[in-house]
């Protein structure tokens, strides 16, 4: 099965950047939809964005003009840049995939997170 690998968290100032990637391997008929999920401490699980195998993305409100999420289908990688860091970003992140498994569909695979603080 599928595995994901993210890397790219860590601490930064408010205002501040980071680009979070994500590599997967051991996908036979490729991967499908890949997003990007977060949790902060005592919060449920929420989207942050999503994007298809062809490159259409999904962003939630609260992250929309400040995050841009893409992919290289080549190198089964997603990305997620983020700009203008505020401290109520601070949460683990995970990284999701649809993993294509012929022929039944596809299977949801998580990454283990990565956590990103932001500091005022």
């Known amino acids: 099965q599928v595995q994901l690998v993210e890397s790219g968290g860590g601490l930064v100032q408010a205002g501040g950047s980071l680009r979070l990637s994500c590599a997967a391997s051991?996908?036979?008929?490729?991967?499908?939809?890949m997003g990007w999920y977060r949790q902060a401490p005592g919060k449920q699980r929420e989207l942050v964005a999503s994007?298809?195998?062809?490159?259409?993305?999904n962003y939630a409100d609260s992250v929309k003009g400040r995050f841009t999420i893409s992919r290289d289908n080549a190198k089964n990688t997603v990305y997620l840049q983020m700009n203008s860091l505020k401290p109520e970003d601070t949460a683990v992140y995970y990284c999701?995939?649809?993993?294509?498994?012929?022929?039944?569909?596809?299977?949801?695979?998580w990454g283990q997170g990565t956590l990103v603080t932001v500091s005022s």
């Open positions: 994007i298809t195998s062809s490159g259409s993305t």
């Open positions: 051991g996908s036979r008929f490729g991967i499908k939809t």
């Open positions: 999701n995939a649809e993993n294509i498994v012929a022929p039944e569909g596809y299977l949801e695979v």
